[in-house]
């Protein structure tokens, strides 16, 4: 549900009663399909069931929900010490269809500048243009799966290499100004 939800974000969540479920809601339920509980944007209400999708996933979520499995309508998220209100209904609707219309647009000027933009990320020259200029630090973290590594410039998250993985998997358009070859390749190093 990023950006709208994060990780780590508490939700106040308020239970419908005799409202109806409304397309452009936030909805907290039961999900069918594992343990546990979620919170996606309602796409369409019918008689079957609630089509669900999550403001940061392209397809659909592959099954109706039946209503009984909602627990309410997240009404505003919590992050740090500040509060901020969740959308739903119209207002709502228009948010998922700008950050759905914003996917479309970004995939498809990723596939048109693609080769454009590695041929540039391989290039020495970007890397020594901007060398010393970036200032970048490297943070380790013990996970229970193994040390994970996450490279930071100015406080943001710019990359990041996964337990038991070879490659630095490094955020847009920092690829072109990062050496991934003078990052450590252990954190011991």
């Known amino acids: 549900m990023s950006p709208a939800l994060k990780h780590g974000d508490r939700l106040h969540v308020v ?4 409202q109806k479920i409304r397309a452009g809601d936030v909805i907290f339920f039961h999900n069918p399909q594992k343990d546990g509980k979620i ?4 796409i369409s209400v019918r008689s079957g069931g609630i089509r669900t999708r999550g403001d940061n996933n392209p397809h ?3 099954i109706l929900l039946p209503p009984d499995r909602v627990i309410g309508r997240v009404m505003s998220v919590h992050r740090g010490n500040r ?14 269809a700008a950050l759905t219309a914003r996917r ?3 995939v498809w000027m990723t596939s ?6 590695i041929s540039l990320s391989r290039s020495a020259f970007v890397k020594r243009w901007i060398k010393g200029r970036l200032a970048m630090h490297v943070l380790c973290l013990e996970r229970p799966e193994g040390r994970e590594m996450q490279l930071l410039h100015k406080g943001r998250l710019i990359g990041r290499r996964f337990p038991k993985t070879v490659r630095w ?5 920092f690829r072109l100004f990062v050496d991934e070859d003078s990052l450590p390749a252990d954190a011991l190093e």
Do not use: C, E
């Open 15 to 18: 239970p419908y009663g005799s």
């Open 39 to 42: 919170a996606h944007r309602v």
């Open 60 to 62: 659909p979520d592959p």
């Open 83 to 96: 509060s901020r209100r969740i959308a739903g209904g119209w207002t709502g609707r228009l948010f998922g």
């Open 104 to 106: 479309r647009i970004d």
């Open 112 to 117: 048109l500048l693609y080769p454009l933009y």
């Open 169 to 173: 998997q490094i955020r847009r358009p």
